[in-house]
């Protein structure tokens, strides 16, 4: 294949658009194959066909999830054919990647609400209008069992034990039921059904998508390219985005609180956030990598430009430069937000005229519960009218507390009406 691809005539702007394509990306295989197939694509005048499978098994898409629907937007500002599948049958099955244990099984109903708002929030990065919206039910769901026995007739245990997750568990003796094999044969056969050309995963993924090739070449087609892209590390730094670890960024969170939990990452993880969600050509992410490099631009100033810039793709130009204003308002310039929600003290929380600090935050919402709310008070996090109170025992007037403003940690103000 390297000798093939050498021989190739490869026109500048062709050479360009791949290198574009396969910036960020972790894999790329078969090696250099994709710049093959896009020299092809190009003297046929025809667009390739590029695959993202999504398994609805959650409401909210995050920052971590976007990153492969970037990519799959890259290839569509390419004039590339993005197939976006929704894993409605498959999520009937559960991923088992990277799973210590089975996946739970979702019913049907999940499975439609969850697809509607992930069809929603996709259109937040893709063109939709330009999209081959797919659900792989109108194949999977067809299949008859002699069709299934000749699926899984073609791939070995042994192969299936090559994927890192089934081999730690088969050596731990813990459980692998038959239907986590099946998997990665029909996410493999949902490209067949759709002949794509490359499919995009997460690294996570990779077992997965080699099986896409894998049942091509069953299928007598021409084996897809496969690209992965980088698990995403969330705001803490540490671990991978994900909503049970408390450090991610949604789609669809508000503009200023997307800008301010973009603000929270350490600096270390900058250039990959730029790199991996805003979009930035490899061009502009050389200049910013120089200018912080020679300390042209500060950190703080990059880190700024980052949220701003992530904050404008999901919500637009307007919404990015008040969150990036009001931002600077209440940490720079320590002066709250220029809009303060307001809320009553609801009367089933009052004492005897008076009301204590911790049930007061929880009864507005500013706490999950009173133990939370002590915890907060505790380290500091707590403020009446900018006064720091650091007393869970503390009671107020309830009559006293009409236009107080309540502050708990660095974003979240309330005035009490």
Known sequence: MERETRALEVPTQVQEEYEELILGSVDALPERDLLRQLVQARAECRPLRVKLGVDPTAPDIHFGHSVVLRKLAQFQKYGHQAVLIIGDYTAKVGDPSGRSKLRPRLGDEAILENSKTYVDQAAKVLD????ELRRNSEWLANLR?????????????????ERDDFSRRYAENEPISIIEFMYPLLQGYDSVATAADVELG????????????????VYGMTPQTIMTSP??????????????YGNYVGVS???GDMFGKVMSIPDSLMMTYFELLSGSSKKELEELGASLADGSLHPAQAKRDLAEKLVLLYHGAEQASHARREFDRIFKEKDRPEVIAEMPVPTDAI???KIWLPRLLTALGLASSNGEARRLIEQGGAKVDDRPVTDPAAEFDVEALHGVVIQVGKRKFLRIL
């Open 145 to 161: 069992m002699d069709e299934v026995l000749t699926l899984t007739s073609r791939v070995t245990v042994a192969r299936m034990l």
């Open 253 to 255: 969170d508000e503009p």
């Open 231 to 244: 698990l995403l590390v969330g705001t803490d730094g540490v671990q991978k985005m994900s909503k049970s």
């Open 351 to 353: 004492r005897d005229g």
């Open 128 to 131: 939709m209008d330009k999209v």
């Open 202 to 217: 997460g690294t996570d993924q990779k077992f997965n998508l080699l099986m896409g090739r894998t049942l091509m070449e």
